[in-house]
């Protein structure tokens, strides 16, 4: 990027301190950041109907001239109701345009002011003319007061006459002064920008020029489809889509070209442990384990590193695999650890993974934040086959003698940035990275994108489709029922609440008087409770105990979100159910279903918005994950989905992963062949700002460690 982006927005007429710190506000901070700052909606504004032509239920413009402007009470008996209201007229009609609840407009509109507006208009409420509720507004010729913009831009063209930008603002700026503030930015940078990605790509697919493509993005042509830029979809809007998918892919690219060519471990297992561990399973591996097992011994036997993610929905069987890679590295003389992403679920495997490898006389572990601090033996893995424990694993002071592989559970939790963290440490084992969220693959690619990918695509036989019912609070009676039906098979119920204690910022039911409700009315059963600010050895015991099937029902909070397995449990009661998302509604309720009797999920709502109702449809329509997982990202767009905010990767601006899939499969195919030629970028500087620039802080890939 040429320097005259980078300097400050402030410069930039019509800014100054006070709105340059405004700006600042909405991350536009030079001239480069209000270029990326893409409309978030356009308006057709190309048409300006005359008056006399509206009809009702209709978008349109209209401009004129304030002839009336006032606040007027529509109904004496309710004195309160106040609305503002003016009239203009455009020389062949007049209108009515009003607003509610925004009596501050009265000191904006004059009347003799020239303005656009831009709404639905529709019937008065007698029926006998038209009139624009709430419209959107721009005043063409203010002429007094702070406002004044009249020797600013000239305005038409820019906010009238055509297909015009809507930016997300802020308060105290204008859509009318941003626009502006855009207009100048573009106009003055235009000929610093120069465009970044190789010419062969940009004729390969046909690509529309850098320089055009922002224009068009901000103040499109007329030519250029208002739905296409409203989707985002317009020749431009892909455009500027590639290449920020472009730069995001040449940072994984480059990531995974540097781990491929370090030095890893060649083991050569000889499966004398496997062996003795799938002969005491009580089962048989399904063809899609064993193909993903294959996928993960192939690896370990070569030299380069591995670095494999295990994809596979809850309950697909992936901790056996998982075991069965660290039997691999411990028939080899090293230590293997397994991370999970809470301490119950890290308890969890520990006490699983114990009772597997019982007789095989191996040294298991456990290490957890907690346990350090409780003073045990937990800082210096030592002597450990297996270690077993959460985040704690790789952090300041803990050192493993000979550390070949390590398994990370739950990865969602876990990303590039986490795992790069591991090398820096001087860590450079196998690493397997399970999780079930179940993201399309291309997708998988973009978050996991300089990882190889294995596919559990396959239940264990014999698992019938949970069976799952939405409840209102008032139906809260059919959930005792199917608990004492339950519990009268011998089976065992999770009750899952929201929080742990009542308190007095929310009025959500909690686990803890959950727990003490249900044991009152059910005084024959065994109620246990189990939250994240237990004991670890307290909530160890209770976890064994409902394991071993000592507790009939278990009260507790998203603690046992991921991971937990107890085959009789199967019902799962998840108390405001409208609270959670859809990702982690599907988590808790791959608690149940993980045995070969019928399970059941109950999700029980107390009041519902448009999204949490949509959410919770979803649910009880389906347990297919990738559905579950593809209206998840409809409902909450992709960086909350994918947790990349936590994991700390670049956020895309521009691109969208559902709506540009295509464009991401070629960015991704050509980033990975121009890093497979030119690893550090030397070849072409220009683009290695670009991509230094975007993973800025996040990663130093194009640094020669
Ligand atoms: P997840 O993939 O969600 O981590 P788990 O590894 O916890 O799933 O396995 C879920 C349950 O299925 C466990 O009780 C496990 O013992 C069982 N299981 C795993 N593989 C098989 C198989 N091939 N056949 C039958 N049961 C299996
Ligand atoms: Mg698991």
Redesign the pocket.
């Known amino acids: 990027m040429d320097k005259d982006l980078l300097s400050s927005i402030q410069y930039i007429k019509g800014v100054g301190p006070n709105r340059a710190k405004l700006l600042s506000r909405i991350g536009i901070k030079t001239v480069k950041d209000a270029l990326c700052y893409l409309p978030c909606r356009y308006e057709d504004r190309s048409s300006v109907k005359k008056i006399p032509l509206l009809k009702a239920e209709e978008l349109n413009t209209v401009t004129g001239r304030i002839i009336k402007s006032d606040i007027i009470t529509p109904n004496p008996s309710r004195p309160k109701l106040k609305i503002f209201e003016i009239v203009i007229t455009d020389g062949n009609g007049i209108l009515k345009a009003k607003w509610f609840n925004q009596l501050y407009l009265k000191k904006i509109f004059k009347t003799g002011q020239e303005v656009v507006l831009y709404g639905t208009t529709k019937y008065n409420y007698r029926g006998t003319g038209l009139e624009m509720l709430n419209p959107e507004y721009e005043i063409l010729n203010e002429e007094n007061g702070q406002n004044s913009e009249s020797n600013e831009q000239k305005t038409e063209g820019i906010h009238t006459g055509r297909v015009v930008p809507i930016y997300r603002s802020t308060e105290g700026l204008s859509q009318k002064q941003l626009r502006n503030i855009m207009h100048t930015a573009m106009t003055v940078s235009a000929s610093s920008i120069s465009d970044p990605i190789p010419h062969e790509i940009i004729k390969k697919y046909n690509l529309p020029g850098l320089k055009e493509s922002i224009q068009n993005v901000h103040f499109p042509e007329a030519s250029v489809s208002i739905a296409e830029l409203n989707k985002g979809t317009s020749l431009y809007h892909q455009r500027l889509s590639f290449d920020e998918l472009f730069t995001f892919q040449l940072g994984l690219a480059a990531i995974k070209k540097k781990e491929i060519s370090e030095r890893g471990i060649a083991f050569s297992p000889d499966s004398r442990l496997i062996n003795k561990l799938l002969d005491r399973l009580p089962?048989?591996?399904?063809s899609a384990?064993q193909r993903a097992f294959n996928e993960i011994l192939d690896d370990m036997k070569s030299p380069a590193p591995m670095n494999r993610l295990i994809q596979?929905d809850?309950?697909?069987?992936?901790?056996?695999i998982a075991l069965m890679s660290m039997l691999a590295a411990v028939e080899c003389g090293y230590q293997a650890a397994l991370m999970a992403p809470t301490e119950i679920l890290a308890e969890q495997h520990f006490i699983n993974i114990h009772r597997l490898v019982e007789n095989l006389g191996l040294n298991i572990q456990l290490l957890t934040s907690s346990r350090k601090t409780r003073g045990t033996n937990a800082v210096a893995p030592g002597d450990a086959d297996i270690v077993i424990g959460t985040h704690a694993i790789i952090q300041e002071g803990v050192s493993f003698k000979k550390l070949g592989l390590i398994v990370i559970d739950e990865q969602h939790r876990f990303g590039v940035m986490q795992r790069a963290m591991l090398r820096k440490k001087g860590i450079n084992p196998d690493t397997l990275i399970m999780t079930?969220t179940p993201i399309p693959r291309t997708l998988a690619l973009t978050l996991y994108g300089d990882l190889d990918y294995s596919i559990i695509d396959e239940l264990?036989p014999n698992r019938s489709p949970i069976i799952t019912r939405l409840l209102y609070e008032s139906q809260k009676s059919q959930i005792y029922k199917l608990m004492q039906d339950e519990i009268k098979k011998g089976r065992q119920a999770y009750v899952v609440y929201p929080v742990i204690e009542e308190s007095e910022k929310t009025d959500l039911k909690s686990a803890i008087n959950g727990a003490e409700s249900l044991q009152k009315i059910s005084p024959n059963l065994k109620v246990e409770l189990i939250h994240g600010r237990m004991k670890p050895a307290d909530r160890e015991e209770v976890m064994k105990e409902f394991k071993n099937g000592g507790i009939h029902i278990l009260v507790s909070t998203t603690v046992i979100e991921v991971?937990v397995?107890v085959?009789n449990a199967t019902l799962m009661v998840i108390i405001h159910a409208e609270r959670f998302g859809l990702a982690q509604l599907h988590q808790l309720r791959?608690r149940v279903g993980?045995g070969s009797s019928q399970s059941f999920c109950v999700l029980l709502c107390y009041g519902s918005t448009n999204d949490s109702k949509k959410r919770l449809d979803v649910m009880v329509e389906t347990t297919d994950g990738f559905r579950i997982a593809e209206e998840d990202l409809n409902i909450r767009g992709s960086g909350e989905f994918f947790g990349t905010k936590q994991s700390g990767m670049p956020d895309l601006k521009v691109a969208n992963l559902m709506r540009d899939v295509k464009i991401l499969e070629i960015a991704r195919k050509e980033a990975f062949s121009l890093i497979e030629g030119d690893p550090l970028l030397n070849m072409h500087p220009q683009l290695k700002t670009a991509a230094e620039d975007f993973w800025r802080g996040k990663l130093e890939i194009f640094k020669t460690a």
């Open positions: 089962f048989k591996l399904t384990q596979g809850v309950g697909s069987g992936k901790t056996i079930a264990p991971g397995d085959p791959g993980r």
